[in-house]
């Protein structure tokens, strides 16, 4: 990509410093962050934010073959950011059987599905051996699948209602056939925001250490930032530096995942972000999470224009099929539940990439070139 003629028409000193920052490799501070939020020249952070994802992945773009479930949506949280989240009495409330669950793990392994991504509310009466028979029995049903299983907030919780440490409630999920940690539940860091968007759940420094754990007993996580609602953009700064912190200390994050808020039948309320937000919020997220090797544009909060778009403002990873979204879509989105295979091949080519499916790990399982 040729970056250096565009530095050169850049008339804004602070920016032609960043990129010049970027061209050598140099790390960026949180000020240029903070810099780069303010500033419009959205193309240029998003050519930046491209060049180096191109260093890092070159023209790949990756996809799985997955499915999400969420075995229930009755949730002692009760986060005000949420519509997915239910109280046991409400009406939508749900529990999956553990044959419906299998059931769905069967489908998807027979489409040649790799990864489970499992998570739900938190019910009141669920036990640390609940949350580990459903990674035992998908794991006994379906070994060839991964199970990327139950968020840093799911894994405190468990500590929190047995005593238990949680290297010792990790070291059993993992022996159950737990693989990854997926990144939900960090919503954003702030201490300020949290106290207002989820006062109940684990705060930033228990989500922290959940991770930091994971990664100490070889089990990778990825980390999510919930953003657009009633944060700051230091606050996305902030956020993103403890990630990158805690990457510089682990190395044990896989991807990062900025989520777009989606206000519908939520208690917060609030507007939809906008493209250009979502484009900007990615492509710094890229330039600033330097240790990061991967960054996912979700398609489901970002809608699967923006989301194809992304691939060349620095995402490198669409997540996957999915089949069957539930947790934004109470909260409005309006993309697909899931897609087929085909069609995420094809976002990826219309898109100018090389449509890579992956395994959970990022390990390439077919190159479409
Ligand atoms: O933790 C909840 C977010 C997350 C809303 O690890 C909302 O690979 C937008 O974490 N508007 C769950 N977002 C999804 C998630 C995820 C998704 C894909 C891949 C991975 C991964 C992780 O959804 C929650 C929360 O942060 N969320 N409510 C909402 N109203």
């Known amino acids: 990509m040729e970056i250096a003629g565009i530095l050169e028409r850049i008339s804004d000193k602070n920016l032609r410093y960043i990129g010049e920052k970027v061209l050598k490799g140099v790390r960026l501070s949180p000020e240029d962050a903070l810099y780069m939020f303010s500033s419009h020249e959205l193309t240029f952070i998003g050519a930046l934010a491209e060049y180096v994802n191109r260093k890092k992945n070159g023209m790949f773009a990756y996809f799985i073959i997955n499915r999400q479930i969420n075995p229930t949506n009755v949730c002692v949280y009760q986060c005000n950011f949420c519509a997915f989240g239910v109280t046991k009495s409400d009406q939508r409330a749900y ?20 990864e489970v991504h499992m998570v739900g509310g938190i019910p009141p009466h669920w036990k640390v051996e609940d949350y580990v028979r459903l990674v035992r029995e998908i794991k006994k049903a379906f070994p060839q699948i991964t199970v990327k299983a139950w968020t840093a907030i799911e894994i405190h919780h468990m500590s929190k209602i047995s005593g238990r440490s949680y290297e010792d409630i990790l070291k059993e999920l993992k022996d159950a056939g737990l693989e990854v940690i ?11 925001v949290r106290k207002i968007i989820a006062p109940y759940k684990a705060n930033a420094k228990e989500y922290l250490e959940v991770h930091r754990t994971a990664h100490k007993l070889g089990i990778p996580t990825n980390a999510t930032m919930l953003y657009g609602h009633i944060e700051t953009y230091e606050d996305r ?19 990062f995942i900025p ?3 989606w206000p519908e039948g939520t208690k917060l309320g609030g507007n939809r972000t906008s493209s250009v937000d979502d484009l900007k919020t990615l492509a710094i997220s890229r330039l600033f999470l330097d240790n ?22 620095g995402a490198d990873d669409l997540d996957g099929t999915i089949q069957e979204e539930k947790i934004v879509h109470s909260a409005g989105t309006k993309s697909a539940y899931g897609h087929s295979k085909d069609r995420l091949i094809k976002l990826i ?21």
Not at 102 to 110: Q, R, S
Not at 355 to 362: L, N
């Open 95 to 114: 529990e999956m059987s553990l044959e419906d669950i299998l059931k769905k793990v069967g489908e998807i392994y027979a489409q040649g599905g790799k």
């Open 182 to 192: 997926p990144g939900g539940g960090a919503e954003i860091f702030s201490e300020r």
């Open 237 to 255: 700064v902030d956020h993103m530096l403890k990630l990158r912190e805690l990457q510089d200390e682990t190395g044990g994050f896989q991807v």
């Open 259 to 261: 989520l777009a808020y």
């Open 292 to 313: 990061f090797e991967h960054i996912k544009a979700y398609w489901v909060t970002l809608g699967e224009k923006v989301a194809q778009i992304a691939l060349n403002f």
């Open 349 to 369: 080519r219309n898109a100018g990439k090389i449509p890579v499916e992956r395994d959970t790990f990022y390990r390439p399982v077919c190159i479409y070139s």
